[in-house]
C-alpha cells in the first residue's frame, strides 16, 4: 500500500489510488491501525486525490443539501458543470491555502418553539470538507467508544434504545438491576465547543498531520454572515456544517470513556470483558452503564445514592475538564419503575412482565419496555393530519403527499403506526355525506391506533 512506517506507532500515509475500491481499501487500512494505536501523517495527499475528491463530489451531488446556496450564492450545479479536471485542479489549489468562507446562518425551529441556528457553508468548502471526512473518519471510528451512536455510520436511535433494554433484561434476576438512570441534558453543547481542546483531541485520537489540523481550525474560525454582518466564532461548531457532527463526537468521545472505564468497558486485567467487570463489581464498585446519541446521554445504575454521585461527579467533570455546563434543571435522575426516561423518542420504563395465558411464564422479575414517546409522536401525528387534510381524496389507491409524509416519519420508527393513521385517513367519516375523516374522528382514532401498536413495538424491538 505504501505506507512508511515512522517508529512504532506513527504511519505516513503515503498512498497513490486510482479506483475507489483501492480507497476502501485504504479507509479499512486506516481504521485498522489506528484501533491498534497507531497515529498518522501524510493525509492531506490522500485528501486531494482524484478519486477522493469525486467520491466527495458524488457524496454532497446526492444530497438535498446540494441545491442550497452558501454566501456565494453558487449551488453545487455550477460545479457538476465544470470540466473535471478544471474541479479537481480548484479544489487542489484551495486545499493548499485554504480560506474558507464564513457560513450562511439560517433558523429552524425546534419542538419546543425556539429556533436552532444553522451555518450553512459554501458548496466548495462542503467539498473540502468531505474531503477530509472521508480520509479521517475511520481514524475515529476506531477510537470512539462502543456504546456511542449518533452521527456513526450503520448505528441509529433503535440500536442505543436496544442496548438499554437488553442492560435492563441482563440483571432482572440481580439484586444490582439498572432501575435509576441519569438523563443528561448540556446547555448548548454544539454552540461552546472549546476549539483549543478539540485540536487537542484531534491530536490523541491519532491525527498527527498538522496541515490537516489548521485545516480544521480554520474552519472552525471561518465565522457566519447574518443579515449582511460578519460574525466571528470563537468557540463551537457550525451546525450544519459537514464535518460538525464528527468534530462533536471527537469531542465527547472522552466523556464516554471517562464513564466507561468506571464499569462498562474497565481497562482490560482479563481475557474476557466479563471477567474484569466481575472484579469490579466483587471490588464494590456499583455498575453503571451509559449511552450517548450526539449530545443525548443516558447512564443507568442501581441505586439511587450513585446516580446523585454521578451527577455531582459530572457536573464538576463537565465544567473543569470539557469546558461546558450540564444544565442542573434538565438533567434528571429518574427512576424506571415509576417514571421512565424519555430518551430518542420513547419512553424507557421498568416493568413487570406482560402475562400470558400459561402461568408457568409468569414472574415478578422486571423488564425494560419501550414505549412511543407520546407527546413527541403527537406533535408528528399532528403534523401528518394537517398535510393529510389539504390534499383533495381522490379514487386512486395511493396519494403522494401522504405517502411522503408517512416516509417521512417512518424514519422515526413509527411506521406501521402512520401507514394505519394514513388508511384511517382516507376512510369515510361516520357523518352523512362525508367524503373523507374529520379532524374530531380523526383525533379520536390516533390515539387507539398508537396504543395498539405500542405492545408490537415492543416486542420488535426486543426480538431486535
Known amino acids: 500500500m505504501g505506507d512508511e512506517l515512522r517508529g512504532e506507532n506513527l504511519v505516513h500515509l503515503n498512498v497513490r489510488f486510482s479506483t475507489e475500491t483501492e480507497l476502501k481499501k485504504i479507509q479499512d487500512f486506516l481504521y485498522e491501525k489506528s ?25 454532497i ?46 433558523y429552524i425551529e425546534k419542538s419546543n418553539g425556539k429556533k436552532r441556528p444553522l451555518g450553512i457553508p459554501t458548496v466548495l468548502d462542503r467539498i473540502i470538507q468531505e474531503c477530509v471526512r472521508i480520509i479521517i473518519e475511520p481514524i475515529c471510528e476506531a ?37 435509576w438512570a441519569i438523563e443528561g441534558d448540556i446547555k448548548g453543547c454544539f454552540d461552546n465547543i472549546n476549539h483549543r481542546l478539540l485540536l487537542q483531541k484531534l491530536w490523541r485520537i491519532g491525527i498527527h498531520d498538522k496541515r490537516v489540523l489548521k485545516i480544521i481550525s480554520q474552519m472552525l474560525k471561518a465565522g457566519y454572515m447574518e443579515n449582511d454582518l460578519f460574525h466571528a466564532t470563537e468557540l463551537g461548531t457550525p451546525q450544519g456544517g459537514i464535518l460538525s457532527p464528527l468534530l462533536s463526537n471527537v469531542y465527547l468521545n472522552d466523556f464516554d470513556w471517562y464513564v466507561g472505564r468506571m464499569y462498562m468497558e474497565p481497562h482490560r486485567q482479563c481475557k474476557h470483558k466479563g471477567n474484569d467487570t466481575r472484579r469490579l463489581k466483587w471490588a464494590g464498585v456499583t455498575p453503571k452503564y451509559n449511552y450517548r446519541y450526539a449530545d443525548d446521554w443516558v447512564i443507568l445504575t442501581s441505586t439511587e445514592k450513585e446516580a446523585l454521585r454521578l451527577k455531582r461527579v459530572l457536573t464538576k467533570y463537565f465544567r473543569n475538564r470539557m469546558k461546558l455546563e450540564l444544565s ?8 424506571l419503575r415509576t417514571n421512565g426516561i424519555h430518551f430518542l423518542g420513547f419512553v424507557v420504563k421498568a416493568e413487570r412482565k406482560r402475562k400470558t395465558p400459561d402461568p408457568a411464564t409468569w414472574t415478578k422479575h422486571l423488564v425494560g419496555k419501550p414505549l412511543p414517546d407520546m407527546e413527541r409522536l403527537g406533535k408528528k401525528i399532528k403534523k401528518l393530519l394537517e398535510e393529510v387534510h389539504r390534499i383533495e381524496l381522490c379514487q386512486k389507491s395511493q396519494c403522494a403527499g401522504c405517502a411522503n409524509s408517512v416516509r417521512q416519519l417512518c424514519h422515526y420508527g413509527y411506521g406501521t403506526v402512520l401507514a394505519d393513521i394514513h388508511l384511517l385517513s382516507c376512510l369515510p367519516c361516520d ?11 380523526m383525533e379520536k382514532a390516533v390515539p387507539q391506533t398508537v396504543q395498539l401498536h405500542a405492545g408490537a413495538a415492543e416486542g420488535a424491538l426486543q426480538s431486535s
Open 143 to 179: 477510537r470512539f467508544y462502543p456504546q456511542s451512536y449518533g452521527f456513526r455510520p450503520y448505528r441509529a436511535q433503535k440500536h442505543a434504545i436496544r442496548g438499554i433494554i437488553n442492560v435492563i433484561n441482563a440483571g432482572c434476576k440481580s439484586p444490582d438491576q439498572p432501575v
Open 61 to 106: 451531488k446526492s444530497n438535498k443539501g446540494s441545491k442550497t446556496a452558501g454566501v456565494d450564492k453558487i449551488k453545487m450545479d455550477k460545479y457538476l458543470q465544470m470540466p473535471k479536471d478544471e474541479l479537481i485542479l480548484l479544489i487542489q489549489s484551495s486545499f493548499r491555502n485554504y480560506r474558507p468562507k464564513p457560513a450562511r446562518r439560517e
Open 431 to 441: 357523518r352523512p355525506q362525508s367524503k373523507q375523516r374529520c379532524t374530531d374522528c
Open 35 to 59: 484501533g491498534q494505536g497507531v497515529s498518522f501523517t501524510g493525509l492531506v495527499e490522500a485528501m486531494v486525490n482524484e478519486v477522493t475528491i469525486v467520491t466527495a463530489v458524488h457524496n
Open 328 to 335: 442542573q434543571e434538565k438533567t434528571y435522575v429518574t427512576d
